[in-house]
């Protein structure tokens, strides 16, 4: 066997078993709930992206770092700075406006923490 078929074969192996280590992380598909715990996600509400185009935000942790959602139609109630709050949501394909700093959800359930 040539050098190059053996080090194709190599390169091919090492792919493959690199690939079949990692875990998935991804974002929801459109139309797909995301639940992690039965209660829903955790989240915390923030406003403090108003002056970027994100009126309301909610942060999830996720893996050490926040994830930002872009809730549509959020309750008046729920729109407090710091608001800790536990939610059920599918994703959305709707136009949030100048907002790039997270998805765009449709909240199915929610409860303040």
């Known amino acids: 066997m040539s050098k190059l078929c053996v080090v194709g074969i190599f390169a091919a192996l090492s792919v493959a078993l690199m690939s079949a280590s990692c875990k998935e ?3 929801p598909e459109v139309g797909e ?3 992690s715990i039965a209660g829903g996600v955790d989240g915390v509400v923030t406003l403090m992206y108003a002056k970027d185009g994100c009126d309301v935000l909610i942060a999830v942790s996720e ?3 926040d994830k930002f959602y872009i809730p549509v139609e959020l309750d008046e109630r729920y729109k407090l700075e710091g608001k800790k709050i536990s ?3 599918h994703s959305s394909r709707i136009n949030q406006g100048n ?3 997270g998805s765009p959800i449709i909240i199915d359930s929610i409860q303040a923490r």
């Open 63 to 65: 893996n050490g770092s």
């Open 87 to 89: 939610f059920t949501f």
């Open 99 to 101: 907002c790039l700093m």
């Open 33 to 35: 709930s995301i639940s």
């Open 25 to 27: 992380t991804r974002s």
